[in-house]
């Protein structure tokens, strides 16, 4: 198993550009999420998924989308991008979110800087 | 809402030395904790996951509490080495499916 994958693993934007953050994971877990982690602030939950067609918002959700159109992929999108959003993102999953099953893990990480 | 503080924010010991680290949270409605390390400019790596029911978890030289009436988890890390030089990071998860996470331990292990 390749676990939680993460692309690209680096990108610079310029203010007012659009991309999507790919993550993808073949463990067949239900559950996926986002979170950005600052200095200092820690880690802060941006959109989760508790299964295919089914998101919601987290901590800090403004100025992201996302979808889950299959349970392996879960992409963000930024839609106009602002210096505020530098930062770097994780994408995590776990098998479910009760029993015993929901361990979380996470990827790599995509590190962002917006000029 | 859940605020989970741990300290010390930095923490250097010499080899060998068992390592202690603390984690403490507001609300004691949890459904699990858990501890992850990160070393400089990668991801978090699972290091042990605690149930709510359970007092505590093993996996070789670690061993995590969990006194969730006193809002406190402990993670020590017994006969230190160099390589447990990481950040070492406390996650809860109340209710609900958003783990609220600490600032982190950076642990320097001394050779």
């Known amino acids: 198993n390749a676990g939680v994958t993460q692309t690209p693993k680096f990108q610079v934007l310029k203010t007012g550009q659009s991309m999507t953050l790919q993550c993808a994971q073949d463990m067949n877990h239900e559950y996926m999420s986002w979170y950005r982690q600052d200095p200092g602030m820690g880690l802060r939950l941006i959109h989760y998924s508790v299964g295919a067609g089914i998101t919601d918002q987290g901590e800090v959700p403004n100025g992201y989308n996302v979808s889950r159109s299959t349970t392996e992929d879960f992409p963000l999108r930024l839609l106009s991008a602002a210096p505020s959003q530098t930062s770097v993102y994780f994408c995590a999953s776990s098998y479910s979110t009760a029993g015993i099953n929901n361990e979380q893990f996470f990827g790599p990480g995509t590190r962002l800087t917006v000029l | 809402k859940q605020e989970v503080t741990q300290i010390p924010a930095a923490l250097s010991v010499p080899e060998g030395e068992n390592l202690v680290l603390n984690c403490s949270f507001t609300d004691s409605a949890i459904y699990n904790l858990q501890w992850f390390r990160q070393d400089p400019g990668k991801g978090l790596t699972s290091l042990l996951l605690i149930q709510s029911s359970q007092r505590e978890q093993t996996s070789g030289r670690l061993n995590a509490s969990l006194d969730k009436s006193s809002g406190r988890s402990t993670l020590y890390i017994a006969a230190s080495q160099p390589g447990d030089s990481a950040t070492y990071l406390c996650?809860?998860?109340?209710?609900?499916?958003?783990?609220?996470f600490g600032a982190g331990t950076t642990v320097t292990v001394r050779a």
């Open positions: 996650a809860v998860r109340p209710n609900d499916y958003k783990l609220s």
